[in-house]
């Protein structure tokens, strides 16, 4: 099987962000996914975030799990970190390198399979401890690389592409988010890259457990009349209660006020603003946003955007208090204080 590979060379003329990178440079290999997936939008969309960001690619380490989702990390950002784990395990195995070194940004990128099903206690765990990561779920309703079943996230009612009906009822994975204490909460579709390139920049400069639920359809098993995941129905069904403009301000910068919009200042003296599109949403209302996205699908409808973000939140090393710095960096004194030390935390516990 032979595998096109993207020329090294970029042309001269390409334009470069503050940290001398062109948006080629934050590219991976070809992708083998099928023509149309929208996981390959979503790969897309991540390269234009952290180009326009300035962030150096070897900054970040991005972890996936199992799945055609999984796979998508090896489309992006081929000069930053990368671990595929196994099925279901990725907010584990992230929570540990982030432990290891806190100086990396983490994007975790898994699907409706591998965090709805096997993982979903893995996910719950990730999001209430307020591990600092990015949490993007490629979400298509079907198992695409075991040829279509229903995920646990595929709409009651909805019908498969051989023609049979989902009779279970579907865990809303951003609603699950909302609830277990999730501090930047969104959902976009993969073919509005206007709405989700500035979610995933406001996600990546978050102070806490950011996570993404994306809508992409899946061209081969997910695409056709009856399904709630096809692009179809979603462009029809996307009822968006903002539009977020990422704003890097330096101090000293004002905001101007406006009518139809509401800014969120956050703690690193960034802001994200919020263009009003249901006029009385307010994202930072955590049972406001639930009641909202519970209403919207009621109505049949799919709630997109910033659902809800606390701009005061901390992350979980500020939490537990642990030592500034990566834990990897520290010399074996630091590590290992030798027995007297031991002696003295285990007297404290007693």
Known sequence: ?????????????LTR??????????????STLCAGCGHDSISGAIVQACWQLD???????????????S??????????????TVHGRMPSVLTGAYLANRELLYLGISGDGDSASIGLGQFAHAMRRGVRMVYIVEN???????????????DKGSVAKKGATN??????????????????????F?????????????????????????????????????STRSYDHVREHNEALNRIDFIALAPEQVVADSPDSVDVPQADGTTLRLRKIAPDYDPTDRPGAMNAMQLRAAAGEIATGLLYVDPAARDWHAAQRTAAGALNAFGEKALCPGAAALEKINAGLR
């Open 1 to 13: 099987m032979t595998y096109l590979a993207k020329p090294r060379l970029h042309h001269p003329s």
């Open 17 to 30: 962000n503050k940290v001398g990178y062109t948006r080629r440079d934050y590219e991976g290999k070809v």
């Open 55 to 69: 962030i150096e690619p070897h900054r970040v380490a991005k972890l996936s799990g199992i799945g055609c989702s």
């Open 71 to 84: 796979k998508t990390p090896d489309y992006f950002l081929g000069a930053s970190h990368g671990f595929n």
């Open 140 to 154: 298509n309703g079907v198992y695409g690389l075991t040829k279509g079943q229903f995920s646990a996230t595929a």
């Open 167 to 188: 009779n279970d009822t579907a865990i809303d994975l951003a609603a699950l988010a909302l609830q277990l204490g999730a501090t930047f909460v969104a959902r976009s």
């Open 190 to 226: 993969s073919g509005d890259k206007t709405q989700l390139v500035p979610l995933i920049e406001a996600a990546i400069r978050h102070g806490g457990a950011a996570f993404i639920d994306v809508v992409s359809p899946c061209v081969a098993f997910n695409n056709h009349a009856g």
